[in-house]
C-alpha cells in the first residue's frame, strides 16, 4: 500500500503531542497495570524482587507495540525522508526483548553481568528459542538487526523502549509507588510503596547515591532516576532528533496527571464511556 501521512499531523504544539502520547500510554496500560501493580506490590519488598519497577517482558514488549506507532505518526515531521513502515516498528518493538525469555531482564549495571556476557547470553537463547523452526534464521535476523543499532529503525525502537519504561515508572510515582529517601542507617536507601517501606538492594545503590550527597535530597522519584540513567544512553545513538523527543516526553510526563488512571478508577464506568 501506498501510505500518505500529509495533512494527518495535527496543528498542536509539539508539547500538546506529548501530552496526548502520554494520555494515550496511560489509557493503553489499563490493560496490564492491574495485574503488574496488584502482582508485584501486593507483598513486602525483598531484595529479590528489587529493582522490578515495571512490567514483565511480555507486557512491555506489548505496551511498545501498541504506543511506538502512534508517536511515531505524532512527530512524523521530526522523521523526514526516513520513510518507515508502521509495521515493521510494531513488529520489532514486539520481538526486541524476545531472548529476555530465557535470559531474564539481566542490568549489566547491577547484576554484576558484562555486556559481552549479557550479549553473548542473548544471542544463544534466541538460538534456543528457534532452533528447528522454520523461522529459526528469519528471527535470528530479526535479533541481530535490533541489537547492532546501526539503522534507524533499531535506534527509534531503542528509544522507545526507555520512554515506555520510562512512562511506566512515571505512572508508579502518581499512583503512590517508586519514591526513593535516605535510610536511616549510614549508606542505606529505602523505597516507599504505597503504605510499605523497604531497604533498597545495595546493588543499585550506585546509581542513587548521588542524588542523597550532602543532604541535597530528602526524597527523589524512581522515574527521575531511570531518566537520567537512560539520556546518556538515548544521546549515544547519534540522533539528536531522537534525543529530543525523548527529553520532550519525558518532561510532560513529570507534569501529567497519571493518577487519573489508577487501580481505584478500574474498571471505567461503562455508562461514562458511552
Known amino acids: 500500500m501506498d501510505f500518505n501521512f500529509n495533512g494527518l499531523l495535527p496543528a498542536s504544539t509539539y508539547d500538546a503531542r506529548a501530552d496526548r502520547i502520554c494520555e494515550l500510554y496511560a489509557t493503553k496500560l489499563r490493560m496490564t497495570a492491574p495485574r503488574a501493580i496488584e502482582v508485584r506490590y501486593a507483598f513486602p519488598f525483598t531484595e529479590e524482587v528489587w529493582p522490578m ?26 522523521f523526514r525522508n526516513k520513510d518507515i513502515p508502521p509495521d515493521s516498528l510494531e513488529s520489532m518493538a514486539l520481538h526486541h526483548d524476545d531472548a529476555e525469555a530465557l535470559t531474564g531482564d539481566a542490568a549489566t549495571d547491577v547484576d554484576g553481568v558484562t555486556r559481552s556476557m549479557k550479549d553473548a547470553a542473548e544471542a544463544k537463547s534466541i538460538e534456543r528459542q528457534y532452533h528447528g523452526l522454520v523461522c529459526h534464521s528469519y528471527m535470528r535476523e530479526k535479533y541481530d538487526f535490533y541489537e547492532a543499532k546501526e539503522s534507524y529503525l533499531s535506534k527509534l525502537v531503542k528509544t522507545h523502549d526507555a520512554i515506555d519504561l520510562f512512562l511506566f515508572a512515571q505512572y508508579c510515582v502518581c499512583n503512590g509507588v517508586g519514591i526513593l529517601s535516605q535510610g536511616p ?35 527523589v522519584p524512581i522515574s527521575e532516576v531511570m531518566y537520567d540513567h537512560s539520556l546518556p544512553r538515548i544521546e549515544n545513538l ?35 464511556l458511552a
Open 185 to 219: 542507617n549510614e549508606g542505606e536507601f529505602l523505597l516507599h510503596a504505597f503504605d510499605r517501606v523497604s531497604v533498597v538492594d545495595k546493588r543499585t545503590h550506585g546509581e542513587i547515591r548521588d542524588y542523597f550527597k550532602d543532604g541535597m535530597r530528602k526524597e
Open 53 to 78: 519497577i515495571g512490567l514483565s517482558t511480555a507486557e512491555h514488549s506489548f505496551m511498545m507495540a501498541q504506543l511506538i506507532v502512534p508517536t511515531y505518526l505524532e512527530f512524523l515531521d521530526v
Open 238 to 272: 547519534g540522533c539528536p532528533e531522537l534525543t529530543g523527543i525523548f527529553k520532550l516526553i519525558c518532561a510532560r510526563a513529570f507534569d501529567f496527571p497519571f493518577e487519573r488512571y489508577n487501580l481505584i478508577n478500574l474498571p471505567m464506568d461503562f455508562a461514562k
